[in-house]
């Protein structure tokens, strides 16, 4: 056993060794200066405190942190202090060492962000409030000081989400979940392209493997046309690229597996719909660096001789680069083979920028042996506009994350202030959003605004080169139908903080209502019965309960009574479990066998970790939830509530995606094991051109397959063309996908897509 436990050890020695030996290299070959001292000693220091230690993989902890100091100075190009940060992250979380040990030895800065990477232990927020979405939260408050802690913590993701097969299943989906719903957005915003893309794939890989499996599969097969397409594509235009004596390289960039199966979703298509899945880019390297801009005008003009380009997909972000420091050129051109191919034209210089992000941008800066420093001005707006909603003394953790999701994903127009200064603002943003952008006065007291000299509204929607001019009013405040039509993350932080201060004298109203309402009825005045009374109306917690009592739109009464004293249990009877699955049909036998089922609900002795199975059976015992009308054959996955029953989503639910990425620890994993007895309701649209015999074919199809049911079929026709909807009975979603291959071979039939 010692002989076992010592070739064990040697081992385990050399692939450390090894692993930080690599980055050592990687590090020594950066342009940053060389501090290999600081990195050793924070390595060495990492190792102790880590030793014995064990990831779920086998393989020891302290391989964790260096291959996250790995991605830092390879894929990220970030300097010693990072590294020596990254090498660092888990010492404080999962040892005995503090942040001013830390400090101590490596000084301020390193500790720093060594801090801000550190989980908030749990418990601390109470039961209500997110403890994820608060960590997330004080990640943000720490970048908005230095840039490198989020970066870091995107790398340890990153990490995290290559090495996810060890996890259980209801861990995966909880990362996987969050990891979409909050890192690649944010990777996004701060340029990391490559990174993006790579989190994305891996989280749909482990939310959705079979669909991940069939799309990598379909694009092995289809790589051979796409070869050649490509190959056809260019020929002419490395012709011209050579005759303009330029320095190129032509990359073909393929859609990824995530990015396609977004597509075929959002706009209900299959994969041989999608014509956009090959794109290319032309990537130079100029004869002056000034003069990059107009060589990429100067290589548009050449090809557009070759091929037509599409006269609406002209996308310019070299005059003004996106916030995150993007720039190309965008042109579609039409191919001789009938397709329009997407071509991105741009520098090396921007090319590693678009790649590699925030980072690649201290290559080009001066002085490029110095490590740099947190002046980057970059993100400063962005950061600037995280720092003011964080002022807000108490922002709720789910609100805030959704308010910072806003500005992660929104597209940028320019709008000019009356004086001509220019300024960037997300797409689709109002009047009210530029008035609040300026100044939170002059967006509390905004009665209107001149657009372009004319007079709008508040909800005006602003578009790109726009003159804006905001009308104020010191007798105008701030309303609570404004949060409608806002959509930038300071105006509605700024207007909720209003709100939240006008808002808790009615909250205090209905406290007062409510305990008049306990005393009344003899009943103890706990926090427990507010909550209880709150799930019971379902409000989010017991301020928004107590907020509704004050406004009235809640009036207590018997039931509520009821509730308190526990009378209210029949609902989960006989006669309430189907109320919970919305969509089952209501097939009367069914109806008959039914069984009278409670709700189940989760004890302490639960093992979490292992999948529930949701058979003909035991399907009364979950909730179904109407966000997202999960059938049997879908990806689904459980949430336990606050009442401790289990909710089923799927797993690509948007409501979904909020509670993995707050609630992570009460995902369950969830799977059907349904034998097709029972019935659920499924609709499917239709369109096409209108013909004799068109309703009759459909009818056919339809009733040719076993075991389905058409409960309704609606259909308008004008002018030669008709759409309609099928409601159907089915058992799983297979029976949907058989009857829409069915129904697309009827001639005439253009259309045929399932409304979820």
């Known amino acids: 056993m010692d002989e076992e436990q010592r070739i064990r050890e040697e081992t385990d020695e050399q692939l450390i060794n090894g692993a930080f030996q690599h980055l050592l290299d990687c590090y020594l070959a950066s342009r940053h200066r060389k501090k290999v001292d600081i990195i050793t000693k924070a390595f060495n220091f990492a190792r102790q405190a880590h030793k014995g230690v064990r990831r779920l993989s086998g393989e020891p902890y302290i391989m964790h942190p260096i291959a996250v100091a790995q991605i830092a100075c390879e894929e990220v190009g970030l300097g010693s202090t990072s590294i020596c940060a990254a090498l660092l992250h888990d010492v404080v979380e999962d040892t005995d060492y503090t942040t001013e040990d830390l400090e101590n030895i490596f000084g301020t800065k390193i500790a720093q962000i060594v801090d801000g990477l550190t989980k908030i232990s749990g418990g601390i927020f109470g039961e209500q409030a997110s403890a994820q979405a608060e960590n997330f939260k004080k990640l943000l408050l720490t970048m908005s000081d230095d840039i490198r802690v989020i970066l870091i913590k995107i790398c340890d993701r990153l990490h995290n989400m290559r090495t996810l097969e060890s996890q259980p299943a209801n861990k995966q989906y909880k990362i996987a979940g969050e990891t979409l719903y909050i890192y690649a957005p944010l990777s996004n915003r701060l340029g990391l392209y490559k990174i993006k893309s790579e989190l994305e794939n891996l989280s749909f890989q482990y939310e959705h493997p079979d669909e991940y499996k069939s799309i990598k599969a379909k694009l092995a097969s ?9 190959d056809q594509f260019t020929a002419p235009i490395e012709e011209a690229l050579k ?4 320095k190129y390289e032509i990359k073909e960039r393929v859609k990824t597996p995530y990015s396609i199966w977004s597509k075929m979703q959002n706009k209900h298509v299959t994969f041989d719909e999608i014509y956009d899945i090959l794109a290319v880019r032309i990537i130079f390297t100029p004869n002056k660096r000034e003069e990059e801009v107009n060589e990429c005008f100067n290589i548009y003009v050449a090809i557009s001789k070759i091929y037509k380009s599409h006269p609406d997909r002209l996308r310019d972000w070299l005059s003004h680069p996106k916030a995150n420091g993007y720039q190309a050129l965008h042109v579609t051109l039409m191919s001789k083979q009938g397709r329009w191919i997407e071509v ?23 002085g490029m042996e110095k490590e740099f420093t947190e002046d980057e001005t970059e ?7 995280i720092k003011e909603i964080l002022d807000d003394p108490q922002p709720d953790a789910m609100d805030f994350l959704d308010a910072i999701k806003l500005n992660l994903f929104a597209s940028e127009i320019f709008v000019f202030t009356p004086k001509g200064e220019i300024k960037t603002m997300p797409a689709g943003c109002t009047a009210l959003d530029f008035a609040f952008s300026i100044h939170t006065f002059l967006g509390s007291h905004c009665i209107g605004a001149k657009v372009n000299h004319k007079l709008v509204p508040l ?16 007798s105008q405040h701030v309303q609570a139908s404004w949060i409608n039509f806002v959509s930038t993350a300071k105006a509605k932080a700024k207007i909720q903080a209003i709100l939240r201060r006008d808002g808790r004298e009615i909250q205090k109203r209905g406290e007062e209502i409510f305990e008049e309402f306990l005393k009344k009825n003899d009943i103890e005045n706990t926090l427990a019965a507010a909550d209880q009374l709150a799930a019971f109306h379902e409000e989010r917690n017991r301020e928004e309960f107590f907020q509704s009592l004050g406004e009235k739109t809640i009036l207590l009464g018997e039931k509520d009574l009821d509730e308190l004293q526990g009378k209210n249990v029949g609902e989960n009877g006989k006669k309430g479990w189907r109320r919970l699955i919305p969509f089952l049909g209501r097939d009367k036998q069914k109806k008959e066998d039914a069984t009278t089922q409670d709700l189940f609900v989760v004890t302490d002795g639960f093992n979490r970790k292992k999948p529930i199975y949701i058979n003909d059976d035991n399907i009364g015992q979950f909730k179904f939830r109407h966000c997202c009308h999960p059938i049997p054959g879908d990806d689904i996955l459980g949430f336990i509530d606050n009442k401790h029953r289990i909710e089923i989503h799927k797993r690509a639910c948007p409501v979904a995606a909020k509670l993995k990425s707050s609630y992570g620890n009460r995902i369950l994993d969830a799977k059907w094991d349904m034998h097709k007895r029972l019935f659920f309701d499924a609709t499917i649209h239709i369109e096409g051109i209108d013909r004799m015999g068109m309703v009759m074919d459909i009818s056919s199809v339809i009733s040719s397959l076993m075991n389905v049911n058409m409960h309704k079929f609606t259909i308008t026709s004008e002018e030669g063309v008709f759409d309609g909807s099928i409601e159907l009975r089915v058992h799983d979603r297979e029976n949907v996908k058989e009857i829409i291959d069915q129904l697309k071979k009827i001639e005439g039939l253009q259309e045929v897509t399932q409304i979820m």
């Open 459 to 474: 909800s005006h929607k602003l578009n790109s080169g726009d003159q804006v001019e905001i009308l104020t009013s010191k």
């Open 222 to 230: 289809t790589e051979a046309s796409r070869r050649e397409l490509f």
């Open 379 to 385: 993100l400063n707006e962005w950061l600037r506009t």
């Open 344 to 366: 991105q034209i741009r520098s090396d210089r921007m090319n590693e920028i678009a790649e590699q992000g925030f980072a690649a941008h201290w290559k080009y800066k001066d």
């Open 243 to 246: 005759q303009m004596n330029i």
